[in-house]
């Protein structure tokens, strides 16, 4: 009885030890696949949640995958984090394994969310204006020039999303030094293009986050193969 129940507890070890190695090599496999086809600066960290792995790669379906890409640049954009989560993804692992450069890898369904740094958002804004969270609000201050004037300017920042842009925007809009400014929100009007985002991600929302603003996105049927 002993000698029974020693096997069977070194013959689950040896299945947690393969379901291990399974997954490590799927989700290499996953990260190359995935930095081959979105051109990414470098391999992306994938997780494939679930256990045991085995099972979902005998059915060839893994319910979720993470995908943390890190810092990137995106048509001359900087991004600080990218980080997206893979659902019903379908990816055989005798494809995987045996038949890399042509299996059919795609993903049901995509969400994700980058980041737009403070860094990017001051380097994108318009001469002399500064972009700094305030709670859950954008605010920018400086100076804007006015009939050869320097004239200090302060507002918060309303962000839209319209064709691939983000639309910055000024509210509440305190102008000083005695000048008169008309309209003096066009001194503070300014847009980031922000497109062809990994996995073929389409914004659906905007918010502001400690480091600057995050972007959050979907897309459905997306191919992995590279």
């Known amino acids: ?11 689950l ?17 996953l990260a190359r696949q995935a930095t081959a086809r979105y051109d990414l600066e470098n391999p992306p960290e994938v997780s494939i949640l679930g256990i045991p792995f085995l099972t979902q790669a005998i059915a060839g379906h893994y319910d979720e995958v993470k995908v943390a890409a890190g810092p990137m640049t995106l048509n001359g954009l900087r991004l600080s984090s ?11 692992l005798s494809d995987l394994v045996l038949h890399s450069e042509r299996a059919d890898i795609r993903a049901g369904r995509v969400e994700g969310t980058v980041v737009v740094p403070l860094a990017t958002l001051n380097q994108k ?15 920018v201050d400086g100076e804007v020039t006015v009939l050869g004037q320097k004239v200090p300017v302060k507002a918060d920042l ?8 983000l639309r ?22 300014y847009r980031i293009p922000i497109k062809n985002l990994p996995f073929g991600v389409k914004i659906t929302g ?5 480091q600057g603003i995050q972007v959050s996105g979907e897309a459905s049927d997306v191919p992995l193969h590279g």
């Open 158 to 165: 309303k962000i839209g999303v319209s064709a691939g842009e």
């Open 168 to 189: 910055f925007a000024p509210d509440k809009v305190t102008v000083g030094g005695g000048i008169p400014v008309p309209n003096p929100e066009r001194f503070i009007n």
């Open 1 to 11: 009885m002993r000698k029974l129940v020693a096997f069977l507890v070194l013959l």
């Open 125 to 139: 804004a318009p001469n002399g204006i500064k972009v700094s969270v305030d709670g859950d609000t954008l605010v």
């Open 82 to 92: 990218v980080d997206f989560t893979l659902h019903d993804v379908t990816a055989p």
């Open 206 to 210: 905007v918010r502001v986050v400690p």
């Open 13 to 29: 070890v040896l299945v947690a030890i393969v379901d291990r190695v399974a997954v490590t090599g799927a989700q290499r496999e």
